[in-house]
């Protein structure tokens, strides 16, 4: 097809970031494995970039005869379900960690990745994603909380609930978002602990290829901004409304009247606070936005914005803090969204963290992949379907029967 295929896709993948490749060199837990590292692998991220939604079909797709030929498995190296999911136990966190980067640099340098977005800023943001909720499996790494159901009978029930929750660090800059890297809550952890050990662990990697890390409103205080400023880069924070700073702008925008931003339509009080600075080190710069223009109410709009940033203003002017503050809400709606609904296991998946680090990277990494390669092979085709939708079912639900068919024509290269 002129708009791609899944021939292509793979091509595109293995010559942009040599991802089954680089799979089939993580370290193995195994001793004397028959079935190869690599080849359930590759089956994990190919079935996630085609949504598949349950370990049970990851194993129906390793032991599809065309898949195999595929990889090139012979019949007596076996595979199973069970056996697909109990490898991801055994690999090393660290190693994905580091995967994901390397996807990050590799995405950058080929430029996948650009910065061409709407704020003139490389923009990363973190935010908490909720994973793998169920009412039977669990691990001891597990969140619990208690839930009411209603029984088929009407009859209302407490049931335990146990979930995973992590932390994740986005690149939002470009039209192709990208999750940079994980970090797992432990057990009765909060998310401002998990965020600030992913930034130590990412930021010193990232400072020539960021300006500035987001954050909502409980990433409005100092361990944010002092970790994220220690690295050599901006902060950006939603306003908490229970700062000190929130008090000094109370008090300005009583006082003197607000700078109308030409274009925006969008009403802007600025000032420096020195609230934080014994402990940043630097003032932090307040930007207050109201909206002074008409929204349909289906957008559910916000009318004010408060914005705490350690950006200085030659960077970041203060209209543009009406822009680059709403973008964050880019990674629920967009990034998140996608991950949750299109990209999840909803049966049958190992919930072990080390799994847990495994599924999240792979997933998130088949979300790009889709968009990357979608933007790709619809740049110059004129009959490309207009909708994303409409173009995965063609290219990556119909056309991949195409290409396991393919795989048992004789003489038929594997890949």
Not at 327 to 337: D, L, M, P
Request: glycine content about 6%; charged content about 25%; some cysteine.
């Amino acid at each position: 097809m002129a708009y791609g295929s899944m021939t292509q896709m793979r091509s595109y993948a293995d010559k942009v970031f040599d991802k089954d490749a680089r799979l089939s060199r993580m370290t193995d837990g195994r001793v004397d494995p028959t079935l190869p590292l690599g080849a359930v692998l590759s089956t994990w991220q190919w079935g996630l970039v085609r949504r598949t939604p349950s370990t049970e079909q990851i194993g129906d797709l390793l032991l599809d005869q065309r898949w195999r030929a595929r990889l090139g498995l012979k019949p007596e190296e076996g595979g199973s379900a069970d056996r697909a999911g109990q490898i991801l136990d055994g690999l090393a966190m660290e190693e994905w960690n580091e995967m994901m980067l390397e996807d990050f640099f590799i995405a950058r340098r080929a430029g996948v990745l650009t910065d061409d977005g709407l704020y003139g800023k490389r923009c990363a943001a973190l935010d908490l994603n909720e994973l793998f909720k169920s009412e039977k499996i669990h691990c001891d790494q597990c969140q619990v909380r208690e839930k009411t159901v209603q029984d088929a009978k009407g009859e209302r029930r407490t049931v335990r609930e146990y979930y995973h929750q992590a932390v994740a660090l986005s690149w939002v800059s470009g039209k192709v978002p990208f999750v940079i890297g994980w970090e797992v809550l432990a057990p009765g952890e909060g998310e401002l602990t998990a965020a600030l050990r992913l930034l130590e662990r990412l930021l010193p990697r990232l400072r020539k290829s960021l300006d500035l890390v987001l954050g909502d409103g409980l990433y409005c205080c100092r361990p944010f901004f002092k970790t994220v400023c220690a690295a050599g880069l901006d902060a950006l924070a939603i306003s908490s409304g229970n700062t000190e700073m929130d008090e000094e702008m109370d008090l300005l925008r009583k006082t003197d009247p607000p700078r109308l931003v030409c274009g925006l339509e969008v009403a802007v009080w600025e000032m420096q606070s020195e609230a934080w600075s014994q402990d940043l080190k630097r003032k932090l710069r307040v930007i207050h936005c109201e909206r002074r223009y008409d929204a349909p109410a289906w957008k559910h709009e916000r009318r004010e914005l408060r914005v705490v940033a350690s950006v200085p203003v030659g960077i970041l002017p203060a209209g543009q803090g009406w822009k680059v503050g709403r973008s964050r809400w880019r990674i629920e709606n967009g990034t998140f969204n996608v991950l949750t609904r299109d990209h999840s296991l909803t049966h049958n998946y190992h919930h072990s963290v080390a799994a847990i680090v495994a599924l999240l990277a792979m997933r998130s990494f088949a979300c790009f992949l889709t968009q990357a390669y979608w933007s790709q092979a619809t740049a110059r085709s004129q009959s490309a379907p207009q909708r994303f939708v409409q173009w995965f079912q063609r290219v990556v639900i119909e056309d991949w029967v195409r290409y396991l068919d393919r795989a048992l024509i004789p003489d038929h290269p594997p890949g």
